[in-house]
C-alpha cells in the first residue's frame, strides 16, 4: 500500500480541520459553537489519546474533519477525555492529591465537560490484566451508567480495539488475547442495543490486506539509539533487522486514520442524516 508522507498528510489534515464548521478541543478549552452544538467525546487510554502523536492527528481532530464534511449543517465539537495509561477502575474510582482527591471523571470530565451527546468508549488494554473479564464488564457498564446519569439522553457508543500484526510485531496469541477483551465489549454493546465501533476487525482486515504498519516502533531501542521517541517508519533504514524494532502496540497516525474512518462509518450508519442531540431517537 503506498505510504503518504507524514508532512502532506498534516498538511492535509489541519486543512480540513480549519475549513469544516466543526471544532476539536480538550478537557478545559472552551468548547466552540454554542448551545445547539453537537459534542462527541472519546473516553480511552493511550491507544485513543495517542498524546505521543501531533496533536492534529489526534483521533478527535480527524474524527471531527469527518464529521463536518458528512453533517455540513451541524456544528459538532469534538472532547478528548482520554489518558496515558487510564483504565474504566481509575477513571471511576482512584482520588489521587493532585486532583484534590476527586476521581479524574469527576475533575476532568464532570468538572470540564458540562455537555455530551455522543460518547465512544474505548477502554481494555490497561484493564486487561489488572481485572477479570468479568470485572472489566461490570465496571464498563458502571462506567455506561454513570455517564447516563450524569449526561441524561446521552448517545453511548462502545468500541473494540488493538489488533496488532503477528509478523513483525506481536503474535496470534496476543491478539487471542485481546480479542478475548473484546468481546466482553461486544456483548455489553449486544446486550444494551449500542452502536459498536469494530476497530479490532478492521485492523485485522487491514493488516492481512498487507498494510501492516499500523503503530510506533519500540520506545525502549528508539530511545537508546536516537534519544527519542520514534511514531513513524522514518528511522527503519537504520534500524533494518534489530530484533523487536516494530513491537509497540501504540497506534501510529495511519491506525489513527483508520479507526477514525471505522468510527464514522458506524456514527453515519447509524445516524445518517444529523448526529442527534442527548435525547433525542
Known sequence: MPRVGRAVLLAILLLVALLGPSCSYAPGGSPAGGPDAIVVAHFGDSTCSTDYLPAPIHIDRVLNARLAEHYPA?????????????YVFRLLHERRPWLFFRTRYEREVRGRVPHIDVALIRYGHNDRGRFTHEEFRRQLEELCDRLQRDYPGVHLVLETNSYIDPVHNASDRMNEEYDRVWEVVRRVARERRYPLVEVFARLKHEVQAGNWDLCIRNDELAEKRFGRQIVDDSKDG??????DWFRNPHPNFRAVTITADEEFRTLTATWPDRLPKAGEG
Open 74 to 86: 451541524q456544528r459538532i465539537v469534538d472532547v478528548n477525555v482520554c489518558k496515558s495509561g487510564d
Open 238 to 243: 537504520e534500524m533494518a533487522g534489530a530484533a
